[in-house]
């Protein structure tokens, strides 16, 4: 079976994780296909093949060498997005892509064009797999997932290119931020590895935001507004005064790249109370730490005016930048960086502005960036990834393994 074989094979899996759900795997579905990658992962001869009763399906290629060497892990996950169906996806093989508008579905008349998306441009003459318009792809990150076992069946088949300990590893409910809460990190038993879940070729990112969510609570005091002079504290202008007196321009949709900010996420309130909602997010975990003192600063310049427990902010982290966690560790950049430029392909390193179960395993003790898996557009009907970077990106898994046993 060829990667792009496996590719389409395993997008005919519906594995849409839910929000809504308590269980894990968030939804059933998703083991009905660990249960056949597990069968496939045997059927590959892999030992120590394990899936566990959250759906973590585990495995080991053993070394060809007697050299002692790291041991290496390859992640991805099985679960697509819950914001658009992952129901019948019905790809299709653009062949020798023109530039040109690509009809996805003329009975709805919906078109993958590079007006909108431009990016489609860099992958003029390549093989685009793109859906029918009514699901999203599964790129996202049923690509990574061929790519590694792709990787892995290679090296099986090449005796001749000696590595050490390789283990994979392929996890539910990422996209419901869950996917590393029950990995795992001492039964996989690596000593560094990579998420495949990155987009464009070339991504390489170990760098996240940090991460908290305000949530503010403003009480008032509600009086008859006819006889209210010097009695009423009105929290619906109070939060609103709270919210104006945070930096204006330092909100997502006037920063980029570095760029932290506070997002406010919602507002609901009447006279006599009212809650803001925010989340925070900066790279640099000084500025981290100063925007959540900011907000108290504002809580208690408020307070100082209205009185003592007008406002209150209840401050929680959610996740940190994994950057402190790598940088004891920068040689695992080095090695994908050199194995992306021996795989032909231009390592582009970013800042993920956002977090990623990289980021969590990293915390938990198995340092973790992430590497491109092709796709672009994720988590909707426009998604699509080039047959060349689903290749590229498994020629990058089988030169990291060959790189790791090399130093
Ligand atoms: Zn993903």
Do not use: W
Request: glycine letters at 8%; one cysteine or more.
């Amino acid at each position: 079976m060829t990667v792009i074989e496996r590719f389409l094979k395993y997008v005919s899996f519906d594995t849409q994780s839910s929000e809504d759900s308590q269980t894990t795997p968030s939804t059933a579905k998703q083991m009905v296909f660990a249960e056949y990658l597990k069968s496939e992962l045997e059927e590959l001869g892999l030992e120590e093949i394990s899936l566990d009763e959250n759906g973590y399906l585990f495995a080991t290629l053993p070394a060809n060498m007697d050299k002692d060497v790291p041991v290496v892990g390859f992640i991805a996950h099985m679960d697509t997005s819950p914001d658009m169906s992952g129901e019948h996806v019905n790809p299709r093989i653009v062949k020798d892509y023109d530039g040109t508008d690509i009809q996805l579905c003329t009975e709805e008349n919906i078109v993958l064009s590079p007006k909108q998306f431009p990016e489609l441009l860099d992958h003029k003459g390549e093989d685009l797999i793109v859906t029918d318009g009514k699901t999203l792809l599964g790129a996202d990150d049923k690509a990574g997932i061929a790519e590694i076992v792709g990787a892995i069946a290679y090296l099986k088949a090449h005796p001749e290119i000696k590595h050490g300990k390789i283990r994979v590893g392929f996890n539910p409910d990422e996209e419901i931020g869950m996917g590393a809460h029950k990995f795992d990190v001492e039964k996989f038993g690596c000593d560094f590895a990579y998420t495949m879940d990155g987009g464009e070729v070339g991504e390489l990112e170990f760098e996240n935001f940090n991460a908290a969510s305000a949530k503010v609570l403003v009480k008032g005091r509600n009086v008859h507004p006819g006889y209210a002079k010097n009695k009423m504290i009105n929290s619906l202008l109070v939060a609103s005064r709270f919210v104006s007196l945070l930096p204006p321009v330092e909100t997502p949709s006037h920063t980029q790249d570095y760029e932290g900010f506070f997002h406010l996420v919602g507002m609901k309130g009447e006279v006599e109370q009212t809650t803001i909602s925010y989340i925070i997010r900066d790279h640099d975990r000084t500025k981290f730490e100063a925007r959540k003192c900011r907000m108290q600063r504002v809580a208690d310049f408020l307070n100082a005016e209205y009185g003592e427990g007008t406002v209150t902010v209840e401050l929680k982290d959610q996740y940190y930048n994994m950057r402190e966690k790598i940088e004891p560790v920068m040689h695992i950049i080095d090695i994908a960086f050199h194995a992306m430029e021996e795989a032909g392909v231009t390592p582009k390193v970013k800042a993920i502005r956002g977090g990623t179960d990289g980021a969590q395993l990293s915390f938990k003790g198995l340092p973790c960036p992430n590497i491109f898996a092709g796709g672009l557009n994720f988590h909707g009907r426009y998604e699509f990834v080039p047959v060349q970077s689903i290749e590229k990106a498994m020629n990058v898994v089988i030169k990291i393994a060959e790189l790791v046993a090399k130093r």
